[in-house]
């Protein structure tokens, strides 16, 4: 893979780019994670000896690209871990769905519930999940649109699930829509945190990829 994209770091947290198709941590695969790599950067960059904490706070599902943050000691990592469980951090996604949505912009509410094969289905048992959304674009050639998406909740592939029920699966989403080689388009783009020791916001934000799906509403 390339060289690993830093958006911010101190001694606290660490904030990178995970490229599509790489894990978040490292799973019976023994594929390259980006816990890994980043914990490889630190390692070498300040020349620590023996193994190098990285708190793991949130995660991007394998085949999804975008922001992440890592945190550099524990007291950080209990931090951003409440965070996220408070609802404080802003995640937003850019995403391209098969059809046109009926609205413009709009919100989403359902319950998600996870199964034993992994994946994820609406169903009164589960928990609730809430997303909200704006198209920024429909392309009539290949009948898909390009929406901006804020998350509320941070369900099992809520995003996947939560369009794909609505008939408007994700391109390249082999999971929840058609048996497609191309990787899923969905890209995790903005972040935004309490820092855990200032409490000052971060905010990180990205343009939209310039590769594969992506590229019908960025040529």
């Known amino acids: 893979m390339n060289k690993l994209n830093v958006l911010y770091e101190d001694n606290h947290v660490i904030v990178v780019v995970k490229p599509a198709n790489v894990l ?28 190098v904490y990285l708190g793991l ?29 408070e609802h404080k951090v802003i995640k937003k996604y850019y995403a391209i769905i ?15 519930e996870k199964g034993k094969d992994g994946n994820s289905f609406i169903s ?33 592939h809520q995003i996947r699930v939560q369009f794909s029920s609505r008939g408007h699966t994700l391109l390249g989403d082999q999971r929840y829509g058609k048996l497609d080689y191309t990787q899923i388009a969905l890209f995790c783009y903005y972040l935004s945190f309490p820092h855990p020791i200032t409490k000052e916001y971060l905010t990180f934000s990205l ?13």
């Open 24 to 51: 978040s941590q490292g799973d019976s695969t023994g594929d390259l994670s980006i816990m890994d790599i980043v914990k490889d950067y630190i390692k070498k960059k300040y020349h620590k000896p023996g193994n």
């Open 57 to 85: 706070v949130h995660r991007l599902d394998r085949p999804v690209g975008g922001i992440m943050v890592f945190a550099r000691s524990s007291k950080a990592a209990s931090r951003l871990t409440k965070y996220f469980q």
């Open 98 to 112: 098969h059809g046109k949505m009926e609205s413009k912009c709009g919100r989403l509410v359902d319950y998600i």
């Open 124 to 156: 009164s048992n589960g928990k609730k999940a809430v997303l909200n959304y704006e198209v920024i674009k429909y392309y009539s050639k290949s009948d898909c649109s390009l929406v901006s998406i804020v998350l509320e909740t941070g369900r099992h």
């Open 207 to 219: 343009a939209i990829p310039n590769e594969g799906y992506w590229t019908k509403f960025t040529v």
